[in-house]
């Protein structure tokens, strides 16, 4: 299979989030970090925060955004992305943050995510990863240059398809887990 570039298949230009504003007066809800650098998505990881101006919708939080996270004292999160579950009108994403839109048709959303985390992907983020204060950073132009293998869309698909089955088990067997524990629990 060939080998992508993120920059290749972008629908448009990587984009920074916003930055809050410690004299602003307009308050609104942003994203913290925590919200990608779990093992998922976390849409409860918000906080409420101050800006100059009120943030533009197209800074707010979509589900077509892989949001990447562009610096962190752990090198192992930096540069760490998640696609959010659902769109969220009401919350930006910060300036911690680099937004990435893919082609859908080149490349899907399933697959992205989790070759992200792939270790061939996850050496060259923290090879490109930058510090002079302990945090560890990467911009757009590093995170444009990650290569990938880029296997035609209809696999991609079927690898999607997969995972969905898989997350499916997943939920299951937390929801059996969590009935055994409180049936325990009343057994005690």
Same mark, same amino acid.
């Given at each position: 299979? +060939?080998? !992508?570039? !993120?920059?290749?298949? $972008?629908?448009?230009? !990587?984009?920074?989030?916003?930055? #809050?504003?410690?004299v602003g007066k307009i308050t609104a809800k942003v994203l913290?970090?925590? &919200?990608?650098?779990?093992? +998922?998505?976390?849409?409860?990881?918000? @906080?409420?925060?101050?800006?100059?101006?009120?943030?533009?919708?197209?800074?707010?939080?979509? =589900?077509?955004?892989?949001?990447?996270?562009?610096?962190?004292?752990?090198?192992? %999160?930096?540069? @760490?992305?998640?696609? #959010?579950?659902?769109?969220?009108?009401?919350?930006?994403?910060?300036?911690?943050?680099?937004?990435?839109?893919?082609?859908? +048709?080149? $490349?899907?959303? *399933?697959? !992205?995510?989790?070759?992200?985390?792939?270790?061939?992907?996850?050496?060259q983020i923290e090879s490109l990863a930058r510090t002079t204060?302990?945090?560890? @950073?990467?911009?757009?132009t590093m995170l444009e240059g990650i290569t990938f293998i880029?296997? #035609?869309?209809? %696999?991609?698909? =079927?690898?999607?398809?997969?995972?969905?089955? *898989?997350?499916? $088990? @997943?939920?299951?067997?937390?929801?059996?887990?969590? =009935?055994?524990?409180? %049936?325990? &629990?009343? %057994?005690?």
């Amino acid at each position: 299979w +060939e080998m !992508l570039r !993120l920059q290749d298949v $972008l629908s448009m230009p !990587l984009r920074n989030g916003l930055s #809050p504003s410690h004299v602003g007066k307009i308050t609104a809800k942003v994203l913290t970090l925590s &919200a990608i650098t779990g093992s +998922e998505f976390d849409d409860t990881a918000w @906080k409420v925060s101050t800006f100059r101006w009120p943030p533009p919708s197209d800074q707010s939080v979509d =589900e077509n955004d892989f949001l990447i996270c562009r610096g962190n004292g752990n090198v192992r %999160l930096v540069g @760490k992305g998640y696609f #959010p579950m659902r769109r969220m009108h009401d919350v930006t994403f910060p300036d911690t943050m680099i937004a990435a839109r893919v082609r859908t +048709e080149r $490349l899907e959303r *399933v697959f !992205l995510q989790h070759i992200w985390g792939w270790n061939a992907v996850r050496r060259q983020i923290e090879s490109l990863a930058r510090t002079t204060n302990g945090t560890f @950073k990467v911009n757009q132009t590093m995170l444009e240059g990650i290569t990938f293998i880029g296997p #035609p869309i209809q %696999l991609q698909g =079927e690898f999607a398809r997969r995972v969905g089955a *898989v997350d499916e $088990l @997943k939920v299951a067997q937390r929801t059996s887990l969590a =009935e055994l524990d409180a %049936l325990f &629990a009343v %057994l005690q």
